[in-house]
């Protein structure tokens, strides 16, 4: 695996002509609102190889401000197409680590699709949509979801998923759920002190909390991943 030190501190203006990303929007019809969700995100290498099969499964709270870079219809999850996306600070993070690790692709899923820029509201958020949808169809973690959480979860042999969604209290129980439907033994993530489900975002306040998330986290990666295949 070839290292390249110098992606770990790389600037948003330097990263850019490296990486394409793209997500999945879509809307859920509820029975007193629409609700604008996205599924999934993709992060790929600008390089000549194609990678068919992503290096690493990320998973963290919902999709935040992430949107189209042209406007898309709101349709139905299984008619919604992948399309290119504006990436967000929070993405930039996982550049950093795919450059130095020469990933070529990851994906990023959600404890929830619902996308709210401010996180105080998207608490609020899905709270409401589970007490007035009564279902947490929400969360690609649902019960009624496992297909869609299977094929979001498809990797290279050996890749691992990543748990990065936070610590915040509010997100116990989405975060519980997600944890029965993980295996384990390929979950990696830097544990917070607020218990076994809370795993430090990528994105703390302040930059030099920033910088010591990607080192850990790289390092985490570097000692418990091994070469992929």
Not at 10 to 16: F, N, P, T, V
Not at 174 to 202: C, F, I, M, Q
Request: glycine share 6%; with cysteine.
């Amino acid at each position: 695996m070839q290292m390249t030190e110098s992606f770990l501190d790389m600037g948003q203006r330097e990263l850019g002509p490296y990486f394409d990303v793209s997500g999945r929007f879509y809307a859920i019809e509820g029975r007193f609102s629409r609700y604008l969700c996205r599924d999934l995100l993709e992060i790929r290498r600008r390089r000549p190889d194609v990678a068919l099969e992503c290096d690493a499964v990320f998973i963290m709270m919902n999709p935040g401000s992430s949107e189209p870079v042209v406007e898309v219809e709101p349709v139905e999850l299984r008619r919604a197409a992948i399309v290119a996306t504006k990436p967000d600070i929070t993405q930039y993070q996982l550049m950093r680590l795919m450059g130095v690790l020469d990933w070529s692709f990851i994906k990023v899923l959600n404890l929830s699709d619902l996308r709210e820029r401010k996180s105080a509201l998207f608490y609020k958020r899905f709270r409401a949509f589970e007490k007035q949808e009564e279902q947490d169809g929400h969360s690609i973690f649902s019960r009624n979801r496992r297909a869609d959480l299977e094929a979001g979860l498809t990797r290279k042999s050996g890749a691992p998923v990543v748990l990065a969604w936070g610590v915040n209290p509010a997100l116990r129980g989405l975060a519980k759920s997600a944890l029965l439907g993980l295996n384990p033994s390929v979950a990696l993530g830097l544990l917070h002190d607020n218990g076994e489900w809370a795993y430090r975002h990528p994105l703390p306040r302040n930059r030099a909390a920033q910088r010591l998330w990607r080192r850990e986290a790289l390092e985490m990666l570097q000692a418990k991943c091994g070469p992929l295949v």
